[in-house]
């Protein structure tokens, strides 16, 4: 069995709210070439299995991973599909090497969601067919709920989900790949229209085009074709009730689960002294906050006042979405956590460009599947291998 599994190689195309110009095919081979690159690696010769990151709904499609190998190099190789978030599919890239039966693996997640007539229908099928779907209310609704719950717990109000939105869409503008970067006013936040109270059609994250693929190695691999490769210290996962009426609705109970397992395979007892930055969810801006005091980061009673000074910008305590998050750079469904783990990758290499961090070692990387599920996973990666 390998120990030690290390991100050996990168890549990425995107991100824009449309991409006439490649279809999603073409996407994935961009990235997949850089990736290659980055990685040192020749796929027909050295990667020996290939993940899919996929949801048919999305794509129009079923078994996905018959319309993938030919961009990846995949060709009569291993390959299969993962039909969850983009973190679910490097989880299984892990335990594949980790089981000693892998050396190399390639996994690839994209959105092409500009090719979706309507997102709104797609996400409402998986809504329950019986009790809920017929109601014919709006996805966002269920956000609007958990969204009030929050609120109504930690005190915080509106404003301070303005303030969420200002930072990441802020962090945006030092990130050339971010599709959404702005410099906001509160009071021009304010002036929008509720989509579901209290959630405002500003605190929600809006979908882009985009493609990436990350290359995954063993230990000795890893050293041998890498000079900076990014170490895989822990990994959690967890889905909770996929019904609305049996959900503890005031606190991300999954979360919680997924990172106690991610920390206790990185012998983290203290996250707010071991993790040195975050990459997490925040396809709606109160989901940043309730994931924070989920990853122990904050608890109710302090998280207003971490909000409100600065703690979570790239000076704070903790910088969160240093990449812009998913209101910055924009929302890629399932391969949301793929772009957050990118993130994590150039900074912990250095090479974030304008904004980089002073010495990262440490960075916790989370996703959450989106409405209505209670699905999410959690990666704690370092630049060093002890």
């Not at 994209?110 to 809920?132: G, M």
């Not at 750079?329 to 793929?338: I, P, R, T, W």
């Not at 990118?342 to 070692?361: C, D, K, T, Y």
Request: hydrophobic fraction near 40%; charge should be negative.
């Amino acid at each position: 069995m390998n120990k030690d599994v290390a991100i050996v190689g990168v890549g990425w195309e995107g991100f824009h709210p449309t991409s006439v110009d490649y279809s999603y095919k073409e996407l994935i081979y961009q990235a997949a070439n850089k990736a290659y690159h980055d990685a040192n690696v020749d796929p027909r010769k050295d990667i020996e299995s290939f993940i899919s990151v996929a949801e048919d709904f999305f794509e129009g499609t079923s078994i996905f991973d018959e319309y993938t190998p030919d961009q990846l190099g995949a060709v009569l190789k291993p390959m299969h599909t993962i039909s969850g978030e983009a973190l679910h599919g490097l989880i299984s890239a892990y335990l594949m090497i980790r089981s000693g039966l892998f050396k190399i693996v390639a996994i690839e997640a994209h959105s092409k969601a500009s090719n979706i007539k309507s997102i709104t229908e797609v996400t409402r099928y998986a809504l329950d067919p019986i009790l809920q779907r017929p109601l014919n209310f709006h996805p966002d609704f269920v956000a609007g709920l958990e969204m009030q719950r929050f609120l109504h717990q930690s005190q915080c109000s509106i404003s301070d989900c303005s303030m969420i939105v200002q930072k990441n869409r802020y962090n945006a503008l030092s990130n050339p790949s971010a599709a959404y970067p702005m410099s906001l006013a509160e009071t021009k936040l304010s002036e929008d229209d509720f989509l579901a109270y209290p959630l405002l059609e500003s605190h929600i994250a809006k979908p882009v085009d985009g493609a990436i693929v990350i290359v995954l190695a063993n230990g000795d691999v890893a050293k041998d074709i890498s000079s900076q490769p990014i170490w895989i210290k822990g990994v959690g996962w967890c889905n909770d009730s996929y019904a609305l009426e049996y959900r503890n609705w005031g606190e991300l109970s999954y979360v919680q689960k997924a990172a106690k397992m991610a920390y206790s395979q990185s012998q983290i007892t203290n996250p707010i002294e071991g993790i040195d930055f975050a990459e997490i969810d925040d396809s709606y801006a109160y989901r940043e906050a309730m994931t924070l005091i989920a990853l122990g980061f904050a608890d109710n009673t302090t998280i207003r006042g971490l909000i409100r000074e600065g703690a979570f910008y790239p000076d704070g305590k903790l910088p969160v979405n240093v990449s812009g998050g998913s209101l910055g750079v924009g929302y890629l469904f399932d391969a949301s956590g793929a772009q957050k783990t990118v993130e994590a990758v150039l900074q912990l290499r250095g090479i974030a460009g304008a904004r980089q961090l002073s010495q990262p070692s440490t960075a916790i990387v989370e996703s959450w599947r989106g409405v209505p599920t209670t699905s999410s996973a959690v990666v704690i990666l370092s630049n060093q291998r002890e």
